[in-house]
């Protein structure tokens, strides 16, 4: 069932990366959450590293409040995996 549920987090990821509106350090910061997303190393480690990740990105000053809305529903589904 995580599997899945990451699968989904990594597609809402993407298409944040994707999106021409959202800055580009933090772009570049989503991309470096899907990766990390994809990694075969231990579940609970990579969702850990991917929190942390993601509330640095949400205090993102110049992020829109869609965007952000967005981050916070990833953190909490991956807050329910973990």
Not at 13 to 20: A, G, R, V
Not at 30 to 52: A, P, R
Request: hydrophobic share 35%; glycine share 0%.
């Amino acid at each position: 069932m995580e599997h899945k549920e990451i699968e989904d987090v990594i597609e809402v990821l993407s298409d944040l990366k994707d999106d021409i509106t959202v800055p580009k350090n933090v772009r570049s910061k989503i991309e470096n959450t899907i990766k990390i997303l994809d990694t075969d190393i231990d579940t609970q480690i990579k969702i850990s590293k991917v929190l942390h990740e993601l509330e640095d990105i949400s205090n993102d000053t110049n992020l829109q409040q869609y965007t952000r809305t967005q981050i916070w529903n990833v953190v909490s589904v991956l807050e329910k995996i973990k």
